[in-house]
């Protein structure tokens, strides 16, 4: 490992984080701890919860030099993280996040929705950006291993999702602009509410004309994180280049086909958009956020009598019913960890 200097105190050093990881690999070994044993939940407020963040117990971490592959990722107690001030991430922005979560299910089960996507998306970024990634086994061992070690923080089925937060860095240090020489993976996870509490609320927007969030063949199309927006037609632009592939976004459009709607992925016009019945917007943090009004330069368009469109309330409800569990999985979405 560059810089890793053989001194008495560094052996030293090494040897008091071994034998901490020892320690804190027998406590979180989810497969032979944890397996059998029902956690108390944690002491907070369910009903409150909104999406600020909460710190649990543990988090995920994986380290790798550049030219290498991941390997022996472990769960730590959840903390700060200690970064050279020259770090890659920092500096020239080599970072990139990715966003799931997990569910409680009735009868103590607990649901992924899609992970293996995240997984995906978290590769195709990494390549973008020159950096290792792990592999789809990793991230799914990984992801699983944070939301089983945190599980008391799952809110209770109906309150809330547990948000697990992946980064990927450039967490080795660079001058001159070049790939960092060390990466990092880590995994944290916060109980989230329903972003909105009755479920919808609709966002007013705006249509810049002057600055852009993203352009071509830049990486609006990956999820750095230096990214920061008719009837029974659903049109969205087709993912090329500038827009984000988001999950939600690709769940909405199966879900809206198999609900027979029509779904149309191509240019759309602001003068299209401001014409619609009603526009909402998909993440997995809001599911999906119906637009209240937008406004092109001095003019500003309203949708829906309440804000929130029939459609954008049938879309949500459907996948976020997928999602706990609560309706069959015909589309093989669901991840159970037992
Ligand atoms: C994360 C993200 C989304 C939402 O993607 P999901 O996979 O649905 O969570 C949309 N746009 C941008 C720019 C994003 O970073």
């Not at 029902?38 to 030099?65: H, Q």
């Not at 990466?183 to 509410?193: A, D, K, N």
């Not at 008719?230 to 690709?250: C, D, F, Q, W």
């Amino acid at each position: 490992m560059p810089g890793c200097k053989t001194t008495t105190l560094g052996i030293r050093i090494k040897l008091r984080d071994f034998i901490l990881s020892l320690i804190v690999r027998w406590e979180t070994n989810p497969s032979k701890k944890w397996s059998n044993v029902t956690f108390e939940s944690a002491d907070i407020d369910w009903d409150n919860l909104g999406f600020r963040f909460v710190p649990t117990d543990y988090m995920y971490v994986m380290k790798c030099s550049q030219g290498e592959t991941f390997s022996k990722g472990e769960l730590q107690r959840f903390g700060n993280i200690e970064l050279s001030p020259c770090a890659g991430v920092l500096n020239y922005g080599q970072g990139l996040f990715e966003g799931l979560k997990a569910y409680r299910k009735h009868e103590g089960y607990i649901l992924l929705f899609r992970p293996e996507e995240n997984a995906l998306r978290l590769r195709m970024g990494a390549e973008r950006l020159c950096m290792p990634a792990p592999t789809m086994e990793q991230f799914l061992e990984a992801v699983k291993a944070t939301v089983l070690a945190n599980q008391r923080w799952i809110p209770p089925t109906g309150k809330g999702s547990l948000y697990v937060r992946p980064l990927l860095m450039g967490s080795g240090a660079v001058l001159g602009l070049a790939p960092a020489p060390e990466y990092t993976f880590l995994i944290y996870v916060s109980p989230v509410g329903n972003y909105f509490k009755e479920g919808l609320a609709p966002v007013n927007l705006v249509v810049e004309t002057e600055m852009h969030r993203a352009t071509p063949g830049g990486t609006g199309g990956v999820k750095t994180i230096g990214n920061y927006a008719a009837g029974n037609v659903i049109s969205t632009p087709a993912v090329k280049g500038t827009i984000l592939p988001g999950i939600t976004r690709k769940s909405i459009l199966d879900v809206a086909l198999s609900q027979r709607f029509k779904v149309e992925e191509r240019l759309v016009t602001v003068e299209e958009l401001l014409d619609a019945d009603e526009v909402f917007c998909t993440g997995t943090a809001v599911v999906v956020t119906p637009v209240g009004s937008i406004t092109y330069l001095d003019k500003r368009v309203t949708y829906g009598s309440d804000g929130v469109g029939r459609v954008s309330q049938q879309l949500y409800s459907a996948l976020t019913n997928l999602q706990m569990g609560l309706t069959e999985d015909e589309m093989g979405w669901i991840v159970e960890l037992k």
